[in-house]
């Protein structure tokens, strides 16, 4: 069998199986560690001997350092060192590492920029000797662009084109010309990055909160320069990354290059603070978005262009556009992403990019055109669903995109909204609703993974893989126990550590599906194995509860078969059925917000989301992700936003006090749907990759309910009291 997905495996293995494991909603089995304190995450391991490092960030917004005073904190209590801290790897956590080798240049490339590492015996020692760091700079800030420009911008890549958008435009029977912005956003993972670096005959172990473990080693060896193979990185635990911890950053670096100074074991840990201003932001937006339709709402142009920004010479570039390729119908079209590079931390992969804030606007647009037709909005949506890829003519694999819309409005009640805004009072409140469509790219990952059927009929799952709170542990363990017949208790799954088999990595919603894949694989090698003592093929095998047979057999233990572990890898690369399908994600949204006719608050009243992303791994950590993904949007839409000073470009609102992020009692009943679908051309576990999926059009369809409450319609996001108040219409029309 060949490592590359070339053909769709249509045989549906997980349907044949008998287990009964996989899509069941089975707790994730480290989450009782979790809870109870007892998981160890990256800066909780008790090294002897270890020193604390904290780092320090420019004071200027641009130019470079020129003197690092270490006689200014010399003689301070415990103090043991100072690190320059070369532009370490400023575009780490893109996923894209490898296009700038470190160099030792003291470059400052943005505000708060880390430069330098204190090392101290306590933590308290090193906070105050950062404190007192003095270090000299050759400052530029006068030559640094704090906004991003339309003027002052370059096309991120070849924009997509087809047909001719203009004549288009002008013979349809509506247009619709709409421009939105949308602000910076913060990853704001709950545990802040975190490394303990501890060298040992020159090879370096990591202690680290990463995503990408296989990746994270090359970049780690590449920045201290040595061979990939003398780098451990051990990450079985992370809170949370969404994108930031992707790639690897300030803390780990400068922790392996202090430790290996020191010859001691050195922890770094980034203040809440500092992971605000230092990891990457996602790029703020300006979209425009023009649609022609003819009369009955089908689309003929459709005209997606933004801008977006970066620090100077980044390869990454927001997305935008990337739904909107195939989403909806419109052979006329043009889809383009500038870029201004502008002095603001780096702009990197923030959950669901590019599909995040894309979709929020193109739904609503959808939402406008749909007012300027009469037509109920999920059937506009309906009207456009396009056979293959406009322009392209590229086919979709499995799609449940009506399926989605259907299922959720049912569910939802969205019989019972009126058509027209400001028809719904209730007392201060006007109440309203809105809907979306969801959708994001589904990608197949490269992969390996180790499975162990051991003699005692036991199973061992290992991979590098990541569990970023998504699910990895219990998704992985189900495939293995649902292939190898075991009740999931005699199931062990091993993550995060390089020294285990190269997994996909968390991340672009890939895990599950990918590392799953190589799970699968290795397990039918076992089960070929098997088969081959059973006389009949692996295929027709059955396995439950620990026991064998062939089809019509008798079952037996399958102890009695085994002479010892049977170990077997699996592994899998992307191949055909990637680059001859659209592969996809979908779903949709609708939610009821009621908007204070006096003061513009909105409160959320209910959300639905109804998904479908092929086979359900486990139901319990997928609807977990599509709640997440909510849960993100209703923040998009409402409260989430990076501020920056206009007069230096330094980031204002740098925690979680002033980032505001939806608490418990900002989010009120949800239901989400999971609808079932195979998609044997996304991967042979028929599975595509639900992590970001939630997010994706969420925002839109509180921006839209926010409408057809009130009848404002803001392109400005977050949708704060502040704009809704300047044009909320009067308090007291409607009422009695
Ligand atoms: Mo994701 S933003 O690719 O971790």
């Given at each position: 069998?060949?490592?590359?997905?070339?053909?769709?495996?249509?045989?549906?293995?997980?349907?044949?199986?008998?287990?009964?494991?996989?899509?069941?909603?089975?707790?994730?089995?480290?989450?009782?560690?979790?809870?109870?304190?007892?998981?160890?995450?990256?800066?909780?391991?008790?090294?002897?001997?270890?020193?604390?490092?904290?780092?320090?960030?420019?004071?200027?917004?641009?130019?470079?350092?020129?003197?690092?005073?270490?006689?200014?904190?010399?003689?301070?209590?415990?103090?043991?060192?100072?690190?320059?801290?070369?532009?370490?790897?400023?575009?780490?956590?893109?996923?894209?590492?490898?296009?700038?080798?470190?160099?030792?240049?003291?470059?400052?490339?943005?505000?708060?920029?880390?430069?330098?590492?204190?090392?101290?015996?306590?933590?308290?020692?090193?906070?105050?000797?950062?404190?007192?760091l003095r270090i000299d700079y050759e400052d530029r800030s006068a030559d640094a662009r704090f906004e991003a420009s339309a003027d002052a911008s370059e096309p991120a890549k070849d924009p997509v084109e087809a047909g001719d958008l203009e004549?288009?435009?002008?013979?349809?029977?509506?247009?619709?010309?709409?421009?939105?912005?949308?602000?910076?956003?913060?990853?704001?993972?709950?545990?802040?990055?975190?490394?303990?670096?501890?060298?040992?005959?020159?090879?370096?172990?990591?202690?680290?909160?990463?995503?990408?473990?296989?990746?994270?080693?090359?970049?780690?060896?590449?920045?201290?320069?040595?061979?990939?193979?003398?780098?451990?990185?051990?990450?079985?635990?992370?809170?949370?990354?969404?994108?930031?911890?992707?790639?690897?950053?300030?803390?780990?670096?400068?922790?392996?290059?202090?430790?290996?100074?020191l010859d001691r074991p050195v922890r770094v840990v980034m203040s809440r603070q500092q992971v605000f201003e230092s990891i990457m932001r996602r790029s703020e937006t300006t979209q425009r978005v023009r649609l022609g339709c003819d009369a009955?709402?089908?689309?003929?142009?459709?005209?997606?262009?933004?801008?977006?920004?970066?620090?100077?010479?980044?390869?990454?570039?927001?997305?935008?556009?990337?739904?909107?390729?195939?989403?909806?119908?419109?052979?006329?079209?043009?889809?383009?992403?500038?870029?201004?590079?502008?002095?603001?931390?780096?702009?990197?992969?923030?959950?669901?990019?590019?599909?995040?804030?894309?979709?929020?606007?193109?739904?609503?647009?959808?939402?406008?055109?749909?007012?300027?037709?009469?037509?109920?909005?999920?059937?506009?949506?309906?009207?456009?669903?396009?056979?293959?890829?406009?322009?392209?003519?590229?086919?979709?694999?499995?799609?449940?995109?009506?399926?989605?819309?259907?299922?959720?409005?049912?569910?939802?009640?969205?019989?019972?909204?009126?058509?027209?805004?400001?028809?719904?009072?209730?007392?201060?409140?006007?109440?309203?609703?809105?809907?979306?469509?969801?959708?994001?790219?589904?990608?197949?990952?490269?992969?390996?993974?180790?499975?162990?059927?051991?003699?005692?009929?036991?199973?061992?799952?290992?991979?590098?893989?990541?569990?970023?709170?998504?699910?990895?542990?219990?998704?992985?363990?189900?495939?293995?126990?649902?292939?190898?017949?075991?009740?999931?208790?005699?199931?062990?799954?091993?993550?995060?550590?390089?020294?285990?088999?190269?997994?996909?990595?968390?991340?672009?919603?890939?895990?599950?599906?990918?590392?799953?894949?190589?799970?699968?694989?290795?397990?039918?090698?076992?089960?070929?194995?098997?088969?081959?003592?059973?006389?009949?093929?692996?295929?027709?095998?059955?396995?439950?509860?620990?026991?064998?047979?062939?089809?019509?057999?008798?079952?037996?233990?399958?102890?009695?078969?085994?002479?010892?572990?049977?170990?077997?890898?699996?592994?899998?690369?992307?191949?055909?059925?990637?680059?001859?399908?659209?592969?996809?994600?979908?779903?949709?949204?609708?939610?009821?917000?009621?908007?204070?006719?006096?003061?513009?608050?909105?409160?959320?009243?209910?959300?639905?989301?109804?998904?479908?992303?092929?086979?359900?791994?486990?139901?319990?950590?997928?609807?977990?992700?599509?709640?997440?993904?909510?849960?993100?949007?209703?923040?998009?839409?409402?409260?989430?936003?990076?501020?920056?000073?206009?007069?230096?470009?330094?980031?204002?609102?740098?925690?979680?006090?002033?980032?505001?992020?939806?608490?418990?009692?900002?989010?009120?009943?949800?239901?989400?749907?999971?609808?079932?679908?195979?998609?044997?051309?996304?991967?042979?576990?028929?599975?595509?990759?639900?992590?970001?999926?939630?997010?994706?059009?969420?925002?839109?369809?509180?921006?839209?309910?926010?409408?057809?409450?009130?009848?404002?319609?803001?392109?400005?996001?977050?949708?704060?009291?502040?704009?809704?108040?300047?044009?909320?219409?009067?308090?007291?029309?409607?009422?009695?």
């Open positions: 069998m060949s490592v590359t997905y070339d053909s769709p495996d249509h045989r549906n293995m997980l349907d044949r199986t008998r287990q009964g494991v996989i899509g069941q909603p089975l707790d994730r089995p480290e989450g009782a560690l979790k809870v109870a304190g007892q998981a160890t995450y990256a800066a909780e391991y008790r090294r002897p001997g270890c020193a604390e490092g904290v780092l320090v960030g420019a004071t200027i917004s641009k130019g470079r350092v020129t003197a690092i005073h270490r006689d200014s904190v010399a003689g301070m209590p415990g103090v043991l060192g100072v690190y320059a801290s070369p532009r370490m790897l400023r575009r780490a956590a893109q996923g894209g590492a490898g296009e700038a080798p470190m160099q030792d240049v003291r470059e400052v490339d943005f505000p708060f920029q880390p430069v330098a590492l204190v090392v101290a015996e306590t933590f308290e020692q090193a906070t105050t000797a950062a404190k007192a004549a288009a435009l002008a013979q349809a029977e509506h247009v619709l010309d709409v421009t939105y912005t949308t602000p910076c956003h913060a990853s704001a993972a709950l545990e802040p990055h975190a490394a303990i670096a501890e060298w040992s005959d020159g090879k370096l172990t990591l202690h680290g909160s990463l995503q990408m473990v296989a990746f994270n080693v090359k970049e780690l060896a590449d920045s201290v320069g040595i061979d990939a193979e003398d780098v451990r990185i051990i990450s079985p635990y992370v809170g949370g990354g969404f994108g930031s911890k992707l790639g690897i950053s300030h803390e780990a670096v400068a922790a392996a290059i202090a430790a290996r100074e009955e709402g089908r689309l003929t142009a459709l005209a997606h262009e933004a801008l977006v920004s970066n620090l100077p010479e980044e390869s990454f570039s927001e997305p935008v556009t990337q739904a909107t390729e195939f989403l909806y119908a419109g052979d006329n079209r043009r889809l383009a992403i500038d870029i201004s590079r502008i002095t603001r931390l780096t702009a990197g992969s923030v959950r669901a990019p590019g599909e995040a804030v894309g979709m929020q606007v193109l739904e609503g647009a959808m939402d406008e055109l749909a007012v300027k037709l009469h037509l109920d909005p999920v059937e506009l949506r309906k009207r456009n669903i396009p056979d293959d890829v406009p322009g392209q003519g590229t086919p979709h694999s499995s799609r449940r995109l009506v399926e989605a819309l259907d299922a959720g409005a049912r569910a939802f009640g969205w019989s019972h909204r009126h058509p027209l805004p400001c028809q719904r009072r209730e007392g201060e409140w006007w109440v309203g609703m809105g809907m979306a469509s969801a959708a994001r790219v589904n990608i197949l990952s490269k992969a390996e993974a180790r499975v162990t059927l051991r003699a005692d009929g036991s199973i061992l799952v290992e991979s590098d893989q990541t569990d970023i709170g998504t699910g990895s542990y219990a998704v992985l363990g189900q495939i293995a126990a649902e292939m190898l017949g075991q009740p999931i208790e005699r199931t062990e799954v091993r993550l995060g550590d390089s020294l285990y088999p190269p997994g996909a990595g968390s991340g672009g919603s890939w895990g599950a599906s990918s590392t799953g894949s190589a799970v699968f694989r290795a397990c039918e090698a076992i089960r070929a194995a098997l088969a081959r003592k059973m006389n009949c093929s692996g295929d027709d095998l059955l396995l439950q509860d620990g026991t064998i047979c062939c089809e019509g057999g008798e079952p037996r233990p399958v102890t009695e078969l085994l002479e010892g572990d049977l170990v077997r890898t699996g592994s899998i690369e992307p191949g055909e059925t990637s680059e001859n399908f659209n592969q996809a994600t979908y779903g949709a949204f609708f939610c009821e917000v009621a908007v204070n006719a006096f003061t513009g608050e909105t409160r959320l009243r209910r959300m639905t989301g109804a998904f479908g992303f092929g086979r359900v791994l486990n139901a319990k950590t997928a609807r977990s992700q599509c709640l997440g993904g909510m849960v993100w949007g209703i923040g998009s839409a409402l409260t989430e936003e990076l501020s920056f000073d206009s007069r230096d470009g330094h980031l204002v609102n740098h925690d979680l006090a002033e980032y505001h992020v939806p608490v418990h009692r900002d989010i009120p009943e949800m239901e989400v749907i999971l609808l079932e679908e195979r998609d044997a051309v996304a991967s042979p576990l028929q599975s595509k990759g639900v992590g970001e999926l939630g997010i994706c059009g969420a925002a839109g369809a509180v921006a839209n309910a926010i409408y057809n409450a009130c009848g404002v319609r803001l392109r400005d996001f977050p949708m704060t009291p502040d704009k809704l108040l300047a044009q909320l219409p009067d308090p007291f029309m409607n009422t009695t």
